[in-house]
């Protein structure tokens, strides 16, 4: 089993910046590809980015390209992603994911994923 644990959620400008990372501990030889989604009020989880271990390959949606930058710090086992000028659409609860299984690419669906985190509220208002 993999626990995944999110942090560095809150409040901030559009504009600003954020961090939030996320904690992989248990069965962390099982974390290969990791990803960021993220779910707001009423409407479906969507894909945020996702990486590759040991990081070589990331993939990103559309809406947070060039804004997004997810990355991993493996001696750590934790990722990280970096929120440069969000917008208000941005506002969700964000969740780390891993699946189960390895592979070359990084999946991009939320069935694809087996381990979540308990997720971080982040709020983008000025």
């Known amino acids: 089993q993999v626990q995944l644990v999110e942090s560095g959620g809150g409040l901030v400008q559009p504009g600003g910046s954020l961090r939030l990372s996320c904690v992989a501990s248990?069965?962390?030889?099982?974390?290969?590809?990791m990803a960021w989604f993220r779910q707001a009020p009423g409407k479906e989880r969507e894909f945020v980015a996702a990486?590759?271990?040991?990081?070589?390959?990331?993939q990103y949606a559309d809406p947070v390209k060039g804004r997004f930058t997810i990355s991993r710090d493996n001696p750590k086992n934790t990722i990280y992603l970096q929120m440069n000028s969000p917008i208000p659409e941005d506002t969700a609860t964000y969740y780390c994911a891993a699946p189960e299984t390895w592979s070359l690419v990084p999946p991009t669906t939320p069935k694809e994923y087996d381990y979540w985190g308990q997720g971080t509220q982040v709020a983008v208002s000025s």
């Open positions: 990486i590759s271990w040991p990081g070589g390959i990331t």
């Open positions: 248990g069965s962390t030889s099982r974390t290969y590809t």
